[in-house]
């Protein structure tokens, strides 16, 4: 079976080594990307996927010579996820960030609150929170195991 993961990240170097390691050690998954809540949100409308996986803070619009990106949702990523489950889409979301804290308006949370709150709310549908850190390696076995378990 061949799993289809929407990776919506606006940093180019994570999403690249997040999505060289999926190619790696899945050669059959397709990995479509995103780079803001907008245009991660317009994939969702138009395609389906088997995974989600979300960057926690994300640009509002793709950013480009000429485009800024628009206002930075510091849980963008959380937005896009419950905007998921409200509209009942059946896929699987994960976040992964490389941020241990959240601040926004005075909405203050950490990387376990946020967590604890997105399994709370989105039930079966979330499969996990991982944090990603380029010098450690405990993100890609985190990531593996969610594909692994999509897969089975």
């Keep these: 079976m061949s799993l289809k993961i929407l990776f919506v990240e606006d940093n180019h170097h994570k999403r690249g080594r997040i999505t060289d390691f999926i190619?790696?050690?899945f050669p059959e998954v397709k990995v479509h990307e995103?780079?803001?809540f907008t245009s991660g949100w317009q994939k969702l409308e138009n395609?389906?996927?088997?995974?989600v996986l979300l960057d926690m803070t994300l640009p509002t619009y793709d950013r480009s010579p000429a485009e800024s990106g628009g206002r930075v949702r510091i849980f963008g990523g959380k937005e896009i996820a419950r905007k998921i489950?409200?509209?009942k889409i059946k896929?699987?979301?994960a976040v992964i960030t490389q941020f241990n804290s959240f601040s926004d308006k005075g909405n203050?949370?950490?990387?376990?609150?946020?967590r604890i709150e997105m399994q709370r709310d989105l039930g079966?549908?979330?499969k996990g929170m991982i944090f990603y850190n380029?010098?450690?390696?405990t993100w890609r076995d985190e990531l593996a195991k969610i594909i692994s378990e999509l897969d089975a």
């Design 23 to 25: 190619s790696n050690s």
């Design 108 to 114: 203050s949370q950490n990387f376990d609150d946020l």
């Design 124 to 126: 079966e549908t979330f």
């Design 47 to 51: 395609s389906f996927y088997d995974l």
């Design 85 to 87: 489950f409200r509209n």
């Design 134 to 137: 380029s010098s450690v390696s």
């Design 34 to 36: 995103a780079y803001s």
């Design 91 to 93: 896929t699987s979301v």
